[in-house]
Protein backbone atom coordinates (compact mmCIF):
# COMPACT_ATOMS: atom_id res chain seq x y z
CA UNK A 1 0.00 0.00 0.00
CA UNK A 2 1.43 3.61 -1.43
CA UNK A 3 2.34 6.08 1.65
CA UNK A 4 0.00 9.46 1.34
CA UNK A 5 2.48 12.18 2.33
CA UNK A 6 0.88 15.73 2.13
CA UNK A 7 2.69 18.27 0.28
CA UNK A 8 1.87 20.77 2.87
CA UNK A 9 4.70 18.52 4.93
CA UNK A 10 6.75 18.70 3.10
CA UNK A 11 6.78 23.14 1.97
CA UNK A 12 6.52 23.56 6.14
CA UNK A 13 8.97 21.05 6.88
CA UNK A 14 11.34 23.08 3.88
CA UNK A 15 10.06 26.48 5.79
CA UNK A 16 11.09 25.78 8.61
CA UNK A 17 14.13 24.63 7.91
CA UNK A 18 17.38 26.94 9.29
CA UNK A 19 21.20 26.61 9.65
CA UNK A 20 20.72 24.84 12.81
CA UNK A 21 17.97 22.51 12.03
CA UNK A 22 17.21 19.71 9.44
CA UNK A 23 14.11 18.26 8.46
CA UNK A 24 13.72 15.02 7.59
CA UNK A 25 10.80 12.91 6.33
CA UNK A 26 9.73 9.86 7.78
CA UNK A 27 9.45 7.28 5.26
CA UNK A 28 6.95 4.72 7.45
CA UNK A 29 5.27 7.42 8.59
CA UNK A 30 4.74 10.04 5.96
CA UNK A 31 5.34 12.64 8.50
CA UNK A 32 8.45 15.52 8.23
CA UNK A 33 10.39 15.56 11.29
CA UNK A 34 12.41 18.65 12.54
CA UNK A 35 15.77 17.55 14.30
CA UNK A 36 18.05 21.00 15.58
CA UNK A 37 21.73 20.18 15.85
CA UNK A 38 22.12 20.15 19.15
CA UNK A 39 19.62 16.97 19.15
CA UNK A 40 22.20 15.41 16.58
CA UNK A 41 25.78 16.52 18.08
CA UNK A 42 23.11 14.36 21.53
CA UNK A 43 23.03 11.34 19.60
CA UNK A 44 26.12 11.61 18.14
CA UNK A 45 28.28 11.86 21.29
CA UNK A 46 25.42 9.57 23.15
CA UNK A 47 24.74 11.49 25.32
CA UNK A 48 22.06 10.19 27.94
CA UNK A 49 18.58 11.09 26.96
CA UNK A 50 17.28 11.22 30.95
CA UNK A 51 19.27 14.83 31.31
CA UNK A 52 17.13 16.52 28.15
CA UNK A 53 13.67 17.93 28.65
CA UNK A 54 10.94 14.97 27.72
CA UNK A 55 10.08 16.66 24.60
CA UNK A 56 13.42 16.45 23.46
CA UNK A 57 14.09 13.24 24.39
CA UNK A 58 12.04 11.85 21.23
CA UNK A 59 13.58 14.20 19.18
CA UNK A 60 17.45 12.85 19.75
CA UNK A 61 15.92 8.95 19.89
CA UNK A 62 15.06 10.03 16.36
CA UNK A 63 18.11 11.77 15.60
CA UNK A 64 19.79 7.82 16.63
CA UNK A 65 17.87 6.29 14.36
CA UNK A 66 18.80 8.73 11.12
CA UNK A 67 22.40 9.00 11.75
CA UNK A 68 22.45 4.95 11.80
CA UNK A 69 21.22 5.68 8.83
CA UNK A 70 18.74 3.09 8.90
CA UNK A 71 16.83 3.94 5.37
CA UNK A 72 13.58 5.07 7.36
CA UNK A 73 14.68 8.61 7.08
CA UNK A 74 15.38 10.86 4.10
CA UNK A 75 16.65 14.83 4.07
CA UNK A 76 14.63 17.09 2.70
CA UNK A 77 16.91 19.43 0.46
CA UNK A 78 18.12 22.78 2.64
CA UNK A 79 17.85 26.06 1.24
CA UNK A 80 21.50 25.53 0.03
CA UNK A 81 20.82 22.38 -1.68
CA UNK A 82 18.05 24.50 -3.68
CA UNK A 83 20.01 26.30 -6.85
CA UNK A 84 16.98 28.62 -8.61
CA UNK A 85 19.45 29.51 -11.53
CA UNK A 86 20.49 26.10 -11.97
CA UNK A 87 16.56 24.54 -11.92
CA UNK A 88 15.97 27.85 -14.32
CA UNK A 89 18.96 26.92 -16.40
CA UNK A 90 17.60 23.38 -16.60
CA UNK A 91 14.07 23.72 -17.24
CA UNK A 92 14.44 26.76 -19.91
CA UNK A 93 17.81 24.46 -21.88
CA UNK A 94 17.09 20.89 -21.46
Not at 28 to 55: M, Q, S, Y
Request: aromatic letters at 8%.
Amino acid sequence: MALCIKLDDIIDGLECQSDESHSYLDKRTGKVILINDEELCAAEDDEPIEDFPDWQQDQIKIAKEILAETGDYIELPSQFDIHKYSIMKDFVCP
